[in-house]
């Protein structure tokens, strides 16, 4: 079956501190792999995505991505946590349905980013 | 960039009330529209796919005569929420896709920002 994990409910870092936020997959074939970041009470904003080319990709408000085929991992960096970063984040994985694609999302990581 | 919008953002209502939300690509054709609900604190969760001119398609478990979805154009997709009762409380949200999905492999979908559904 094809699967999103973030394994961590929640992440805590001070301002100024490098974040990182967890992503696994499990897909058949290529991954076409997603960032969002929801703000409450507000729908998702896309972050960054990864398709092919380089594994790490630069993304919106400056945050990155790392894809590691080995591992199946996709996890979001950012060097410098500021404290409006904090949100909620989802990974996702397209995935082909009848034709055509849709989104399957891991159960989202809190990020709490303290002054 | 591509912007959807979605309205209302919130609607309080009473049991057996039927509720229309709205979600509209403002600046792209949207062929297809996605319709997710949201439980507190959890993830999002696929209801169905909405398609431009035909029938949408439904994910499993997800009652057809209870949410009506239409799509009449390539920008306005609509989730009518039937006979709603407090079990259907819940944060939904929309998004689509610029151009055709099937043709356009890895374009990130575009969210509304969601419609706060409470059934008293």
């Known amino acids: 079956a094809q699967s999103v994990a973030q394994p961590e409910d929640q992440v805590n870092v001070a301002e100024g501190n490098p974040l990182t936020v967890k992503c696994t997959y499990s897909?058949?074939?290529?991954?076409?792999l997603f960032w969002y970041v929801q703000y409450p009470n507000r729908g998702l904003q896309f972050l960054l995505k990864y398709i092919t080319g380089d594994n790490l990709v630069k993304g919106s408000y400056g945050f990155e991505a790392e894809f590691n085929k080995s591992q199946t991992s996709f996890h979001l960096k950012k060097p410098s946590a500021l404290v409006s970063d904090s949100a909620l984040y989802f990974c996702a994985v397209r995935v082909p349905s009848g034709g055509y694609n849709k989104l399957i999302f891991g159960a989202g990581t809190r990020l709490a980013v303290h002054p | 960039g591509a912007v959807v919008s979605q309205h209302p953002s919130r609607v309080i209502c009473k049991s057996g009330t039927s509720v229309k939300i709205e979600c509209r690509s403002l600046d792209f054709q949207a062929t297809t529209m996605f319709w997710y609900r949201q439980f507190p604190k959890q993830s999002l969760m696929l209801m169905a796919t909405?398609?431009?001119?035909?029938?949408?398609?439904?994910e499993q478990g997800v009652e057809k005569d209870k949410f009506l979805i239409n799509h009449a154009s390539l920008t306005l997709s609509t989730l009518t929420v039937t006979s709603a009762h407090p079990e259907d409380s819940s944060f939904y949200i929309c998004?689509?896709?610029?151009?055709?999905?099937?043709?356009?492999?890895?374009?990130?979908?575009?969210f509304g920002d969601g419609t706060r559904l409470s059934i008293l």
């Open positions: 998004s689509a896709g610029e151009g055709l999905m099937r043709d356009r492999e890895g374009q990130p979908q575009h």
């Open positions: 909405s398609n431009e001119g035909s029938k949408a398609t439904y």
């Open positions: 897909v058949s074939g290529n991954p076409y």
